[in-house]
């Protein structure tokens, strides 16, 4: 049965799409079978992992509204060896198009029961917004994934999107936990930096990913080649760190 992984927060711009991307590629590399599902209208984990999102006769709005399976839609990102559930502008529509249908909060978890068994991991990249996608990827999840930078307003806008899981584990999923909180795009020169990871540890505990991921170029390079950062420059240091992330998530996801 596969672990289905939310990563998510509402803030932008904290490095959300580019875990989701390189720690799928990282994943599989680890060989695990994992389905990366791109919930984001920009679709950019899409075009991070190769494809060419006006190209695409399907995507997972498709599935959201029930016209195809997703045994139907997903396509195998090569070379990163991880399956993508796409996006295109399609998506963008979906918000209103849900709200007219039965059981709009939870299409997406009916979908995802064809493939349960084919994956070890399920990672879902949530728009930057609580809207209908997110919540139907909250509620198909049992864990939430939070990067977050250490920054003046990491903490409040967490304490929004914590608040939004308590909502969702009420009424819609009560296996829903935080799975971890990742520091994305890591400086440990400014004080500020260790004042954010010091409060975060004192709030979360062992939630908090051992790993950081740094602020690097090849990171920043690479969803332009349609590459995850491993098969792009795999001696980087965003590469190297993703790597580590992985078999982090791996250790804490079974113990």
């Known amino acids: 049965?596969?672990?289905?992984?939310?990563?998510?927060?509402?803030?932008?711009?904290?490095?959300k799409t580019t875990t989701c991307v390189n720690l799928a590629?990282?994943?599989?590399?680890?060989?695990?079978?994992?389905?990366?599902?791109d919930l984001d209208p920009q679709g950019n984990a899409t075009t991070g992992s190769g494809f060419t999102k006006e190209e695409l006769d399907t995507s997972v709005y498709d599935v959201l509204i029930g016209s195809?399976?997703?045994?139907?839609?997903m396509k195998q990102s090569m070379p990163g060896e991880y399956w993508v559930l796409p996006a295109n502008g399609d998506l963008t529509g979906a918000e209103v198009v849900l709200l007219d249908l039965p059981s709009k909060e939870t299409r997406l978890r009916a979908g995802l029961y064809e493939v349960d068994n084919d994956f070890d991991?399920?990672?879902?990249d949530c728009p930057p917004a609580l809207n209908m996608l997110t919540v139907n990827a909250l509620a198909?999840?049992?864990?939430?994934?939070?990067?977050?930078?250490?920054e003046y307003y990491a903490l409040e806008g967490l304490t929004a999107?914590?608040?939004?899981?308590e909502r969702i584990t009420q009424?819609?999923?009560?296996?829903?936990?935080?799975?971890?909180?990742?520091?994305?795009?890591?400086?440990?020169?400014?004080?500020?930096?260790?004042d954010v990871s010091s409060q975060l540890h004192k709030h979360f505990g062992d939630k908090v990913y051992d790993t950081v991921i740094?602020?690097?170029?090849?990171?920043?390079?690479?969803?332009?080649?349609?590459l995850p950062v491993l098969h792009y420059e795999k001696q980087s240091r965003g590469a190297m760190a993703y790597l580590a992330l992985a078999s982090e998530f791996i250790r804490k996801s079974v113990a």
Do not use: F
């Open 171 to 194: 009424a819609l999923n009560p296996a829903l936990e935080v799975e971890g909180i990742l520091r994305t795009m890591y400086d440990p020169r400014p004080s500020l930096t260790h």
């Open 68 to 73: 195809h399976g997703v045994k139907d839609v």
């Open 1 to 15: 049965m596969a672990k289905i992984i939310a990563v998510t927060n509402q803030k932008g711009g904290v490095g």
């Open 121 to 124: 991991y399920i990672l879902l």
């Open 214 to 226: 740094p602020r690097n170029i090849r990171l920043a390079e690479s969803p332009s080649y349609g």
């Open 161 to 165: 999107l914590l608040q939004t899981i």
């Open 140 to 150: 198909a999840s049992q864990g939430v994934l939070i990067p977050v930078q250490c």
């Open 25 to 37: 590629a990282s994943l599989a590399a680890m060989k695990r079978r994992v389905l990366l599902i």
